[in-house]
T-cell receptor, first 112, second 112 residues
């Protein structure tokens, strides 16, 4: 039981490039989340999903897109990377909104 | 914007003492609260969930919820160096279908 896995662990992007951050969970959780965490700051919700085919915006969705075609996977797409997107990205999943969120190990992204 | 506020710290606590962390929130619809712990460079992990007024104890951790005053606190008794981390508060509101808003977190440093 791997829990929540994220790839890659680290990535450096040039301004204007695009990439997809992968997130997979093997706990059959309905809810999945993407957060970003800037240095010394709390978690900001980017997007979330309450089930396959259902996604919604969080607090800071601009510059990102998501899809949820399966229960297990919830990729985050960055289009036209900007330095402001330099951050640590965490994916999380939970059985429902009132249950514990399990976090992946994070992806450290630098945009230069 | 509904706010979740925590003192950023660092909160310096001698080993063996009690660490007291507070979280205030503006949304009166907040019904219950999660407390997560995040070690430096790691992902958050749940340490406490409290949903009713009063105290909830789990080992050396006690969460206290006062809905009338709109604050929730976390006490760490007999603080250990391994408790040095950032503690994040996250309210669960009735109108946040899947959304979560974490506080910025309080950094705790336990000194031997």
């Amino acid at each position: 039981n791997a829990g929540v896995t994220q790839t890659p662990k680290f990535r450096i992007l040039k301004i204007g490039q695009s990439m997809t951050l992968q997130c997979t969970q093997d706990m059959n959780h309905n809810y999945m989340y993407w957060y970003r965490q800037d240095p010394g700051m709390g978690l900001k919700l980017i997007y979330y999903s309450v089930g396959a085919g259902i996604t919604d915006k969080g607090e800071v969705p601009n510059g990102y897109n998501v899809s949820r075609s399966t229960t297990e996977d919830f990729p985050l797409r960055l289009e036209l990377a900007a330095p402001s997107q330099t951050s640590v990205y965490f994916c999380a999943s939970s059985y429902s909104r009132i249950h514990e969120q399990y976090f992946g190990p994070g992806t450290r992204l630098t945009v230069t | 914007q509904k706010e979740v506020e925590q003192n950023s710290g660092p909160l310096s606590v001698p080993e063996g003492a009690i660490a007291s962390l507070n979280c205030t929130y503006s949304d009166r619809g907040s019904q219950s609260f999660f407390w997560y712990r995040q070690y430096s460079g790691k992902s958050p992990e749940l340490i406490m969930f409290i949903y009713s007024n009063g105290d909830k104890e789990d080992g050396r951790f006690t969460a206290q919820l006062n809905k009338a005053s709109q604050y929730v606190s976390l006490l760490i008794r007999d603080s250990q160096p391994s408790d040095s981390a950032t503690y994040l508060c996250a309210p669960l509101t009735t109108d946040s279908w899947g959304k979560f808003q974490f506080g910025a977190g309080t950094q705790v440093v336990v000194t031997p």
